[in-house]
């Protein structure tokens, strides 16, 4: 390329108007690179353009500054150019202070956290065991208060003066032992008190008879008797009688188990 | 001959007087004195080649306000190498110039189909002209300069078209252009 004949084309001119094609430009770019006289050529170019634009001003309407001074986005002023107060040492707030004792109270909070916390769960758990022990000793009271009751009605029974108290005696090699039947002539009952008896060996019953025309009749089986237990009821009888039978009992007194026996007023 | 050395801008009035380089960093660190200073030298340089391009000073007002934001939003990406800063503006507010009179004759020629049939084809070289800036200059060449540099610089044909509108050969249409250009910076240069 002739640099000189290329200075004087025009093609500098059309590339600062910006009216080359961008194959031109491109070209205009490298030339620049590879002639320094084209790279000087294209900077006069501009100044010229540039100072007779410039010369040319005309001001422009002042909405536009203002509107861009509000519309674009500026780095902040430097510190330096804001009026700067020395920050009051003495007066201001004591932050550390406050701190420091927010600290404080934060931790001693949590200690009394977990002192109470034991506190409460011993307590939780001292309150479910008296809860427990409450609800054994009611139910204990009521069975308590059902026997009671029991036997209640069995002294008023026994004390009616249409009860008759047959006492029997030892028997026998058995003579060391007696025994009560509570005989209510009006409502037939019959209670049995087993008065001194040992307890039954196992698989074995005491059983009480009553004699009735002289023949022994089971009167029914001794369970699990305190103090008086209700019997089958006999309109009459001359005797009571009890024996030891295997458990469930017989329909003939084994005469040899005889331990008590007492006969009856009539 | 093809420069006047001795031609004194208007600018520099302000306080602060930065070299091009240091404004261009100004600028790229979004500061405010940078764009302050930019504003008060270019403004009014690149309001007039708007101005030239739009015909309507309330137009290129909001032209140059767009350009202003083009350029501060884009002057990371300007490279020094390729040319000065003012070269770099004065594209960014020529494009957009011709962008906005490209959208408002193609509503205007829709509107009034028989404008399309002007001397230029544009409803803008109809209007009356301020004889500010470029334009001072460009009418000052021969027509056979003057019409294809005008379809060329101010309403932003390409050198096909110019060729097509004017029933001319293309390699006529860029010679006849080339040298209008030789001619305006003569112009230019002489007038100060």
Not at chain 1, 199 to 205: C, E, H, I, L, V
Not at chain 2, 55 to 78: C, P, T
């Amino acid at each position: 390329v002739d640099s000189k004949e290329y200075i004087n084309s025009g093609a500098i001119e059309a590339y600062v108007m910006g009216l080359a094609t961008p194959e031109e430009s491109a070209e205009l770019e490298m030339l620049c690179r590879q002639y320094p006289e084209i790279r000087r050529a294209l900077r006069e170019c501009e100044e010229s353009l540039e100072n007779a634009a410039l010369a040319q001003a005309s001001p422009p309407p002042a909405r536009v500054k203002n509107a861009l001074d509000s519309a674009l986005t500026f780095k902040k002023e430097p510190a330096a150019q804001a009026p700067v107060y020395p920050i009051p040492q003495q007066r201001g707030f004591p932050w550390r202070s406050v701190a420091a004792a927010a600290i404080v109270m934060l931790i001693a909070s949590g200690i009394l956290n977990y002192y109470f916390y034991n506190r409460y769960r011993k307590a939780d758990e001292a309150y479910a065991s008296l809860l427990a022990q409450t609800e054994s000793l009611q139910a204990s009271n009521k069975a308590i208060q059902a026997r009671l009751d029991d036997m209640e009605s069995g002294l008023t029974l026994m004390m009616s003066s249409n009860v008759q108290k047959v006492e029997m005696p030892g028997v026998g090699s058995f003579a060391q032992y007696h025994a009560s039947v509570y005989w209510n002539h009006h409502s037939k009952e019959v209670f049995l008190s087993p008065g001194t008896l040992p307890p039954a060996p196992d698989g074995k019953q005491y059983q009480l008879w009553a004699i009735v025309d002289g023949k022994p009749v089971d009167a029914g089986m001794l369970d699990q008797c305190h103090l008086f237990c209700r019997m089958k009821p006999f309109d009459h009888a001359s005797a009571f009688a009890i024996t030891l039978e295997p458990a469930g009992g017989k329909t003939e007194p084994t005469m040899d188990q005889l331990y008590v026996m007492g006969q009856t007023r009539s | 001959m093809r420069l006047s050395i001795n031609f004194t801008p208007s600018m520099h009035r302000g306080k602060e007087k930065y070299t091009e380089e240091q404004l261009v960093k100004l600028l790229r660190e979004k500061d405010r004195a940078g764009f302050d200073y930019l504003y008060e030298n270019y403004s009014g340089a690149l309001y007039t080649v708007i101005l030239n391009i739009v015909n309507d000073r309330e137009l290129a007002a909001d032209v140059l306000q767009d350009s202003f934001v083009k350029i501060w939003k884009q002057v990371s990406g300007y490279d020094p190498d390729k040319g000065r800063l003012y070269t770099w503006m004065m594209r960014i507010c020529r494009n957009s110039a011709i962008d906005v009179v490209r959208s408002r004759d193609f509503r205007n020629t829709r509107q009034n189909v028989a404008l399309e049939e002007s001397v230029y084809g544009t409803v803008a070289t109809e209007m009356k002209v301020e004889h500010i800036g470029i334009r001072k200059w460009i009418d000052k060449l021969r027509e056979e300069q003057r019409i294809p540099l005008t379809m060329s610089y101010l309403e932003g044909f390409t050198h096909p078209e110019i060729a097509q509108k004017l029933g001319l050969p293309e390699g006529t249409v860029k010679t006849r252009i080339r040298a209008g250009l030789i001619q305006l910076r003569s112009l230019m240069s002489n007038s100060g």
